[in-house]
């Protein structure tokens, strides 16, 4: 699948979000950014799966901007908040995500990104982020299989 040029609007190293809402103009449609309940850093959380088999692959972190790119150019692009920048994913590894779907969850807060996953999407190699399964010792309802 070929990877489409980006011409951001805003560059791809920026100072961040802002608290209470939008770091900086976006491009995001103001009837979704009204909607996005951010965290004090300006984000919401992304929760990123495999759109064919429902798999659950990484979680990260977008802000208004993110979204929108992710929206527009059908690449995932989140924000780092270690490295204080946006990043698309598989610029640098080769492991690309293709986005198929976004949803928004019921309280905004965060969003549910359907991909085509190409590679893995662990920084660790793995094909998902949670490989390591814990132990659940609890009891389980009458009928019920774990």
Known sequence: MPVPELSPAVPLTASG?????PARPSALDPAIAARLRRN??????AVVRAHDSGEVLMVAWMDDEALHR???????TY??????EYWVK??????????????????????LVSVEQVGA????GDR???ADEL???????AGSTR
Do not use: I
């Not at 004090?40 to 959380?45: N, R």
């Not at 992710?70 to 995932?76: I, P």
């Not at 924000?79 to 204080?84: T, V």
């Open 40 to 45: 004090p850093d300006g984000l919401v959380t």
């Open 135 to 141: 132990p659940v010792t609890g009891a389980t309802p």
């Open 90 to 111: 598989g610029d640098t590894s080769g492991h690309h995500q293709y986005v198929h779907a976004v949803a928004l969850d019921c309280d905004g807060d965060a969003v």
């Open 121 to 124: 999407a662990c920084h660790t």
């Open 70 to 76: 992710t929206l527009t150019t059908g690449r995932a």
């Open 79 to 84: 924000w780092s908040r270690s490295r204080r």
């Open 17 to 21: 979000p802002a608290p209470d809402g």
């Open 128 to 130: 998902t982020c949670f």
